[in-house]
């Protein structure tokens, strides 16, 4: 079965308007990490959660993990031209392998 | 320090046809991981690499394969091409898989 859904696909907004992406498991992980990756480009690594109910922040990007471990939400506020690509979470399933969910493509209209 | 590098950037292939592509990964990192992109499939697992060898892997045929070597570069080979193994091909290194991965730039493999 899916291990990992990312939603929404994709998602194009207004500059200046907030954007964000869901990711939910079947069960309670261990970390979860999220990655972007520009158009043309490789996925960069921008943050790990690792306890319940955290929330960490990176200017106008903001990380949560859910109470249950089984979620997690990347927000970005005001977006600007230079957030758009595609964000990913990746979990470690069954500790032993990395799944990538399958990505909200943003694009932002300036 | 240098990042992730691949090898070749882009290759074209025919089926049938095997092809190796080659990863070195960043200085100290012993972990390595193979991942395959395409637009239907997103970012796929292949598997990892870990002081030479492999702890996991995907759900891939045995096509696919790779090895590690003691200076921890990968390289990762396809044998018997087909159509459907045109992607973009992506390591990472990192200390292990519970840790940040750094990604390489990728090969863009196209099988005709």
């Known amino acids: 079965g899916q291990q990992v859904m990312q939603i929404p696909q994709y998602q194009h907004v207004q500059e200046g308007e907030d954007f964000t992406t869901y990711c939910n498991s079947s069960?309670?992980?261990?970390?979860i990490q999220w990655y972007k990756q520009r158009p043309g480009g490789h996925p960069v690594f921008l943050i790990q959660?690792?306890?319940?109910?955290e929330v960490k922040k990176q200017k106008r990007l903001t990380f949560q993990f859910g109470e249950a471990k089984k979620n997690s939400s990347l927000h970005i506020t005001a977006t600007q031209t230079t957030d758009v690509g595609t964000y990913f979470c990746?979990?470690?399933?069954?500790?032993?392998?990395?799944?990538f969910g399958a990505g909200t493509i943003l694009r932002v209209k300036s | 320090k240098a990042g992730v590098t691949q090898t070749p950037r882009y290759l074209i292939k025919t089926r049938g046809q095997q092809v190796t592509l080659s990863c070195s990964p960043i200085?100290?990192?012993?972990?390595v991981s193979w991942y395959q992109q395409t637009p239907g499939q997103g970012l796929q697992f292949l598997f990892e690499?870990?002081?030479?060898?492999?702890?996991n892997k995907g759900n891939f045929p045995g096509r696919f394969s790779g090895r590690q070597f003691s200076n921890s570069r990968s390289e990762m080979n396809v044998s018997t091409l087909e159509l459907g193994d045109s992607a973009l091909y992506l390591c990472?290194?990192?200390?292990?898989?519970?840790?940040?991965?750094?990604f390489g730039p990728g090969t863009r493999l196209t099988v005709l």
């Open positions: 990472a290194s990192s200390v292990g898989l519970a840790n940040e991965q750094f």
């Open positions: 069960t309670t992980l261990s970390n």
């Open positions: 959660l690792v306890k319940s109910g």
């Open positions: 990746a979990l470690l399933w069954g500790g032993n392998k990395l799944v």
């Open positions: 200085s100290g990192h012993r972990s």
């Open positions: 690499y870990f002081s030479e060898t492999q702890r």
